[in-house]
């Protein structure tokens, strides 16, 4: 069997190509009611999401050529900022995509269940 | 700020040119927010310092712009590739051009041979730049998949190691079109017309000039086709480089001679001109429009060779802030 060269920073990597697939979905569901690049890396953040901003920008740009969100640079503050905000479309796709989410998160749920109960039945 | 601004333009200069506005927009807003975010500001150099390695190397965060795998030569390396694209075909286009030149110089053909040789050197012209910048693709493709390159860890990298920039860099996009379409037209327009170059005079519809017209010809395509190759760079790039605005002086040079030949060939057709009737005030006038297209030119030349040394004398290289 071949042991990985760093037990750590291949978990790490395993751990963020985890996160990497529900970007999006993280990203969907906080933009509401609008944010900008900054502000949502900060909510993300706080609620236990860690994202790297340099994820997080292009990403955004992409759900926005998508056509999930929509853009808007708010010029009245002390600077320029460029707000997104969810379209009826990413809305939608939102919806759909929680549903997916919650069914994936159940059957995880049974598998990894069933994984410890194997492994206590294995110990006994 | 200035930081900020330069580590925008790195990255901006990776990017395609209809995405890079709003993207150095956005990406300059967002770290004032980051340092706002952090309690500092843009004068607090360490604190720029500490975001911009968390963003990353301006290649890596331009690279994550880009859709994955939708692209022949990477980020990273297309500023090189263009670097050194432009030097190689302007060195080749030198060269072939300046053999020709030779070539004619040691002994001037006839006119008709002239036209064939020139009709020779476009295609032998166009057949190299096009070779040579096939290989050159084919070459950095390679690079770009084979990271050859010496690795870069993010972490090793300061942000103040990042090129000043250069004020009047930017090209307008109308600019940068024109410089290609303005001698193509020409390019065009004098080789589809060869036969109807010329002075006409009207109503008795005599031609005269025709052959200064041809002999002033070849000059004129290597001129154009130099000026449009510029053009395709200037398109492509978005930006002046040293190498483009030296070209472009090169460019203009020719454009001097072109003009020189001209105004040479007119005076020495003047016993012609004012035998075929032609007032003596309207070929005086004649002689003054060349006169004043050298005097534009060389203008044009002198003002381009001061703001290269007054950039070069301005400019330092960057070097880190200890």
Same mark, same amino acid.
């Given at each position: ?27 969907? &569901? ?58 009826? &479309? ?35 | ?322």
């Amino acid at each position: 069997m071949v042991e990985p060269k760093d037990p750590i920073a291949a978990e790490e990597r395993l751990a963020q190509e985890l996160r990497r697939g529900a970007v999006v979905l993280a990203t969907l &569901a906080q933009v509401r009611p609008r944010q900008y690049g900054y502000s949502l890396v900060q909510r993300l953040t706080e609620r236990g999401f860690e994202i790297e901003p340099g994820t997080l920008y292009p990403m955004l740009r992409r759900l926005e050529e998508q056509g999930l969100l929509e853009s808007l640079w708010d010029v009245e503050g002390a600077r320029p900022r460029k707000y997104y905000r969810l379209t009826d &479309a990413g809305a939608e796709t939102l919806a759909r995509l929680s549903v997916h989410w919650r069914r994936l998160a159940g059957v995880m749920d049974r598998l990894l269940d069933e994984a410890e109960r194997g492994e206590s039945h294995g110990a006994d | 700020m200035e930081l900020i601004d330069r580590y925008v333009a790195a990255v901006g200069r990776r990017l395609p040119r209809a995405k890079r506005d709003e993207i150095e927009r956005e990406l300059r807003s967002a770290l004032l927010d980051t340092l706002e975010g952090e309690g500092a500001d843009a004068v607090d150099e360490e604190a720029v310092v500490r975001v911009l390695r968390r963003l990353g190397r301006p290649e890596e965060v331009a690279l994550s712009y880009h859709p994955a795998g939708g692209y022949l030569i990477g980020p990273e390396t297309f500023p090189t590739f263009q670097r050194v694209t432009a030097a190689v075909l302007l060195a080749l286009a030198g060269l072939v051009t300046a053999a020709f030149a030779l070539s004619v110089a040691v002994r001037t053909p006839e006119a008709t041979e002239l036209a064939r040789r020139f009709g020779g050197l476009a295609t032998g012209l166009t057949e190299t730049l096009f070779t040579a910048f096939g290989i050159l693709v084919l070459i950095f493709a390679f690079v770009d998949r084979a990271d050859i390159r010496s690795p870069k860890r993010s972490e090793d990298w300061d942000p103040r190691t990042l090129p000043a920039i250069r004020p009047g860099d930017e090209i307008p996009r109308f600019d940068a079109v024109m410089a290609f379409v303005a001698p193509a037209a020409v390019f065009v327009l004098v080789n589809l017309f060869r036969d109807q170059l010329g002075l006409w005079i009207l109503p008795r519809g005599e031609l005269l000039l025709h052959d200064l017209a041809l002999e002033i010809l070849p000059w004129l395509n290597v001129a154009l086709l130099a000026g449009m190759f510029l053009g395709l760079a200037q398109i492509g790039s978005g930006r002046w480089h040293w190498s483009t605005r030296v070209a472009k002086l090169g460019v203009d040079l020719f454009g001097l001679y072109v003009f020189w030949r001209l105004s040479r060939g007119l005076v020495a057709r003047r016993g012609e001109l004012l035998g075929a009737g032609l007032p003596e005030r309207l070929v005086d006038l004649l002689e003054l429009a060349t006169r004043l297209g050298i005097a534009v030119v060389a203008i044009a030349i002198l003002w381009g060779v001061a703001r290269l040394l007054y950039r070069r004398a301005r400019l330092q290289p960057n070097r880190p802030v200890m």
